[in-house]
């Protein structure tokens, strides 16, 4: 596609990015929650955020959920959702001791790099997990093979990595890091390690691919980036690194529309718009009237790719709604069940 032509001086407009928000993974996740509630009555129990994002799970809260950070805060017996970031077998052991009901929401994408994970492990490879320590996705896929795993958080930790056989060494990544950054990890690591191998597709997902080139399309023509997610969101930070990296001359990450600060529109003809994969249109539909009111009235679509992948829903939920005569195909959310966080709605915040 082709990046945006410059603003005509003195105007004010809005860049939209597209692809963004939602994915599949975090359609088919929040889509689980929302038919659990449904199904089976509140309470629903949730290990850790569902997906990463204040509003949504916040949302999911008011209908019943509860979100809990450790598999054994939920009473024994009782029925608990694994986020879509995934966790690690010894979660999985712990609900069975538990006696706990799982459905488990992990993203497909996710889960494809665990087995990638459970594969190399068996063939005796050492695995070089580029990621982020702490995140949970990291901590799930990690947990997959923890005597064969070494985590790589940036170029800079290349150095200090050290493996048994450097004939027999591969890397996977996290699903939600920077391309740029990952490839640049994957560079010095093949430097260190020249036969290292690549995994067997890409790891870093679709959608996060696509939103960041979409940003990088629009970025070296907008004064200010304003992504629309929240700060524990891996994927959402690093569309504002982007948009600095490709030229933006300023960005913010930002939850609600009132977070914008109007400092930020000083001298600013255009402002770039987009969103984290786990955040839901309203929200972003927030910021544009809120930059509508303040003279931003052109909103100009800067379209990078199509997406129209949907994942089926866990398998044991889905057998227990096609049980109670509910619809069993593949689902998308209803842009309409994650209200905005105004009027009525704000009380969620």
């Known amino acids: 596609?082709?990046?945006?032509?410059?603003?005509?001086?003195?105007?004010?407009?809005?860049?939209?990015?597209?692809?963004?928000?939602?994915c599949a993974g975090v359609d088919r996740a929040v889509v689980t929650v929302e038919k659990a509630l449904e199904l089976y009555g509140p309470p629903i129990y949730v290990r850790k955020e569902i997906v990463h994002n204040k509003h949504v799970v916040r949302t999911l809260e008011k209908r019943g959920a509860i979100f809990v950070d450790e598999t054994n805060e939920v009473p024994e017996g009782a029925r608990v959702i694994f986020?879509?970031?995934?966790?690690?077998?010894?979660?999985?052991?712990?609900?069975?001791?538990?006696?706990?009901?799982?459905?488990?929401?992990?993203?497909?994408?996710?889960?494809?790099?665990?087995?990638?994970?459970?594969?190399?492990?068996?063939?005796?490879?050492?695995?070089?997990?580029?990621?982020?320590?702490?995140?949970?996705?990291?901590?799930?896929?990690?947990?997959?093979?923890p005597d064969h795993i070494t985590l790589v958080e940036s170029p800079e930790h290349v150095d200090a990595v050290e493996v048994r056989d450097p004939d027999k060494v591969v890397w996977l990544s996290q699903t939600t890091l920077s391309v740029d950054e990952t490839m640049e990890t994957v560079r010095r690591l093949r430097e260190k390690f020249p036969k290292l191998q690549d995994p067997p597709s890409d790891d870093i997902c679709y959608a996060t691919q696509n939103r960041q080139v979409a940003v990088k399309q629009m970025a070296a023509e907008c004064d200010l980036m304003i992504v629309v997610?929240?700060?524990?969101?891996?994927?959402?930070?690093?569309?504002?690194?982007?948009?600095?990296?490709?030229?933006?001359k300023d960005g913010h990450?930002?939850?609600?529309?009132?977070?914008?600060?109007?400092?930020?529109?000083?001298?600013?003809?255009?402002?770039?718009?987009?969103?984290?994969?786990?955040?839901?249109?309203?929200?972003?539909?927030?910021?544009?009237?809120?930059?509508?009111?303040?003279?931003?009235?052109?909103?100009?679509?800067?379209?990078?790719?199509?997406?129209?992948?949907?994942?089926?829903?866990?398998?044991?939920?889905?057998?227990?709604?096609?049980?109670?005569?509910?619809?069993?195909?593949?689902?998308?959310?209803?842009?309409n069940g994650i209200p905005s966080g105004r009027g009525e709605e704000s009380q969620l915040r």
């Not at 930070?237 to 982007?242: M, N």
């Not at 400092?263 to 955040?279: C, F, R």
């Open 83 to 145: 986020s879509a970031h995934g966790v690690s077998p010894a979660v999985h052991e712990e609900a069975r001791q538990l006696s706990l009901q799982t459905i488990d929401a992990t993203c497909p994408l996710v889960t494809k790099v665990h087995r990638e994970a459970v594969r190399f492990a068996s063939e005796d490879y050492d695995i070089l997990l580029v990621g982020h320590e702490g995140h949970e996705e990291v901590e799930g896929t990690a947990g997959e093979a």
């Open 229 to 248: 997610g929240s700060q524990n969101s891996s994927n959402s930070k690093r569309l504002v690194e982007v948009a600095l990296e490709y030229g933006t």
């Open 1 to 22: 596609m082709d990046a945006p032509a410059p603003a005509e001086p003195g105007t004010k407009r809005v860049l939209l990015a597209a692809p963004r928000g939602y």
């Open 253 to 335: 990450l930002v939850d609600y529309a009132d977070e914008v600060q109007e400092s930020w529109l000083e001298g600013v003809s255009t402002v770039g718009v987009t969103s984290g994969a786990s955040v839901p249109e309203i929200l972003v539909r927030d910021v544009l009237d809120w930059l509508a009111e303040r003279g931003y009235e052109d909103v100009q679509a800067v379209t990078a790719a199509e997406e129209s992948l949907l994942f089926a829903l866990p398998t044991e939920l889905r057998k227990d709604l096609k049980a109670a005569g509910h619809e069993v195909n593949k689902v998308r959310h209803d842009p």
